[in-house]
């Protein structure tokens, strides 16, 4: 085998252009396969990050009827059971959950102000003592909420995001400002952010809607006083924080059914009024799905230069053979059998695929750097795409081959060694 691969290093190198122009074909067809791999994988990964964030792995469940979330912004109130403390050690023990939240949640901040500001754009969250941790923030200024203030004693307190601070207060002091919501003041007592630097890439107005609909800030008060604010109990969201970002759609979905189980609520008929994961890795998922599916007909034109890469591949072994019909004819006049004679031509047809898949894959990486630096798309080198080209590469030139390998094997020595 040894002495097989250096006599078709040996052949290759005697005929440098004539090899390269063989293995062009190969090296189009790799390249581009992996470049439009490169390119989906970057743009796989930028959808998930886009749609779930990077490290807080937080699902939402929340109340739905007819398949969407409530909004208890209008319509009457749904008579739901509260949630139970039992229920919550119930889904702390659930397996990928690390820690757990009941908050109550406006995604619109109906009659809320500071000063002539009109902070209603923001959305409104009713905390309890693990919100913070468990959806990833951190306080930045002043201070988090104390037991007293979670407990309602004392005055009534709030703390805003980095999003309503820029906003609202261009860069002045909020500590100790008051915020008006539905009438009631609340004193800013601090300002959190999210502990994840991750920002979604946003590329168009459909981009804008589908990533950011959270990012108008948020006013965060204790829950004991939301019904303060808006006269009465409402059902409650719980926020989930799973073990790692694959375990998110689990973790929301046995959340969901161990809530719908434990407050008698339906979960055949899809209609009816149930609690649900946002489950955004399957978001995500169908999106990716998408977005490959549009990409699957590039690969396959991309796969016809292997197959024109391929039948140059037999078309230069069947000329080397007619070349080397003396030298085949002297070997098997010397004894060489004729398994011996196939798998050095073989092994020939083999090497120079194997070189060209080789240099394709170096094309390849170097035009998916090119394309995401041009274009601005993401790219993500896929190893597997690159173990497989080198393996489909040899495997071109092992099938294209074969035929002249055979016709090699089969000639007769007596009239090869007549061949002029």
Same mark, same amino acid.
Request: hydrophobic share 45%; aromatic share 8%.
């Given at each position: 085998?040894?002495?097989?691969?250096?006599?078709?290093?040996?052949?290759?190198?005697?005929?440098?252009?004539?090899?390269?122009?063989?293995?062009?074909?190969?090296?189009?067809?790799?390249?581009?396969?992996?470049?439009?791999?490169?390119?989906?994988?970057?743009?796989?990964?930028?959808?998930?990050?886009?749609?779930?964030?990077?490290?807080?792995?937080?699902?939402?469940?929340?109340?739905?009827? &007819?398949?969407?979330?409530?909004?208890?912004?209008?319509?009457?109130?749904?008579?739901?059971?509260?949630?139970?403390?039992?229920?919550?050690?119930?889904?702390?023990?659930?397996?990928?959950?690390?820690? +757990?939240?009941?908050?109550?949640?406006?995604?619109?901040?109906?009659?809320?102000?500071?000063?002539?500001?009109?902070?209603?754009?923001? #959305?409104?969250? #009713?905390?309890?003592?693990?919100?913070?941790?468990?959806?990833?923030?951190?306080?930045?200024?002043?201070?988090?909420?104390?037991?007293?203030?979670?407990?309602?004693?004392?005055?009534?307190?709030?703390?805003?995001?980095?999003?309503?601070?820029?906003?609202?207060?261009?860069?002045?002091?909020?500590?100790?400002?008051?915020?008006?919501?539905?009438?009631?003041?609340?004193?800013?007592?601090?300002?959190?952010?999210?502990?994840?630097?991750?920002?979604?890439?946003?590329?168009?107005?459909?981009?804008?809607?589908?990533?950011?609909?959270?990012?108008?800030?948020?006013?965060?008060?204790? &829950?004991?006083?939301?019904?303060?604010?808006?006269?009465?109990?409402?059902?409650?969201? +719980? +926020?989930?924080?799973?073990?790692?970002?694959?375990?998110?759609?689990?973790? #929301?979905?046995?959340?969901?059914?161990?809530?719908?189980?434990?407050?008698?609520?339906?979960?055949? &008929?899809?209609?009816?009024?149930?609690?649900?994961?946002?489950?955004?890795?399957?978001?995500?998922?169908?999106?990716?799905?998408?977005?490959?599916?549009?990409?699957?007909?590039?690969?396959?034109?991309?796969?016809?230069?292997?197959?024109?890469?391929?039948?140059?591949?037999?078309?230069?072994?069947?000329?080397?053979?007619?070349?080397?019909?003396?030298?085949?004819?002297?070997?098997?006049?010397?004894?060489?059998?004729?398994?011996?004679?196939?798998?050095?031509?073989?092994?020939?047809?083999?090497?120079?695929?194997?070189?060209?898949?080789?240099?394709?894959?170096? +094309?390849?990486?170097?035009?998916?750097?090119?394309?995401?630096?041009?274009?601005?798309?993401?790219?993500?080198?896929?190893?597997?795409?690159?173990?497989?080209?080198?393996?489909?590469?040899?495997?071109?030139?092992?099938?294209?081959?074969?035929?002249?390998?055979?016709?090699?094997?089969?000639?007769?020595?007596?009239?090869?060694?007549?061949?002029?």
């Amino acid at each position: 085998m040894l002495e097989n691969i250096r006599l078709s290093f040996r052949g290759i190198w005697s005929h440098k252009l004539r090899s390269f122009l063989t293995m062009l074909g190969i090296i189009i067809g790799i390249a581009a396969i992996i470049a439009i791999v490169s390119t989906i994988e970057g743009t796989n990964e930028q959808i998930k990050q886009n749609l779930v964030g990077s490290g807080t792995n937080t699902v939402s469940v929340c109340l739905n009827q &007819d398949g969407y979330p409530m909004d208890f912004t209008w319509g009457e109130m749904p008579d739901v059971q509260p949630f139970t403390d039992e229920l919550r050690e119930e889904l702390r023990t659930m397996d990928h959950v690390e820690s +757990v939240s009941f908050v109550h949640t406006r995604d619109y901040g109906d009659g809320m102000t500071y000063l002539k500001t009109d902070l209603s754009s923001c #959305g409104l969250v #009713g905390v309890d003592e693990s919100y913070f941790a468990t959806a990833g923030y951190q306080i930045i200024r002043g201070r988090g909420f104390t037991a007293r203030d979670l407990e309602g004693v004392g005055n009534n307190v709030c703390i805003i995001d980095k999003i309503t601070y820029n906003n609202a207060f261009s860069g002045q002091n909020p500590l100790g400002c008051s915020i008006q919501i539905k009438g009631v003041p609340f004193t800013v007592i601090g300002v959190a952010a999210q502990t994840s630097t991750f920002e979604p890439t946003i590329n168009t107005v459909d981009d804008w809607y589908m990533y950011t609909s959270d990012r108008t800030g948020k006013v965060f008060v204790p &829950d004991v006083t939301w019904p303060l604010i808006f006269r009465f109990d409402e059902p409650e969201t +719980v +926020v989930l924080r799973a073990t790692s970002t694959d375990d998110m759609t689990q973790a #929301g979905r046995d959340a969901a059914k161990l809530i719908n189980n434990a407050l008698n609520l339906s979960t055949e &008929d899809t209609t009816a009024i149930q609690y649900k994961s946002m489950d955004l890795m399957d978001q995500a998922a169908q999106l990716q799905q998408l977005a490959s599916s549009t990409n699957i007909m590039l690969i396959a034109i991309a796969s016809i230069s292997l197959l024109v890469g391929g039948i140059g591949v037999m078309n230069i072994m069947l000329v080397s053979v007619t070349e080397r019909t003396r030298e085949i004819g002297l070997k098997k006049a010397l004894g060489a059998r004729r398994r011996q004679i196939l798998g050095q031509f073989l092994t020939e047809a083999a090497v120079l695929s194997l070189l060209g898949g080789i240099l394709g894959i170096i +094309v390849g990486i170097i035009l998916a750097r090119v394309i995401s630096l041009v274009v601005e798309i993401p790219v993500a080198i896929s190893i597997p795409a690159i173990l497989v080209a080198i393996v489909f590469s040899s495997l071109v030139g092992v099938i294209f081959g074969l035929l002249p390998s055979i016709k090699a094997s089969k000639l007769n020595p007596i009239d090869a060694l007549r061949y002029e």
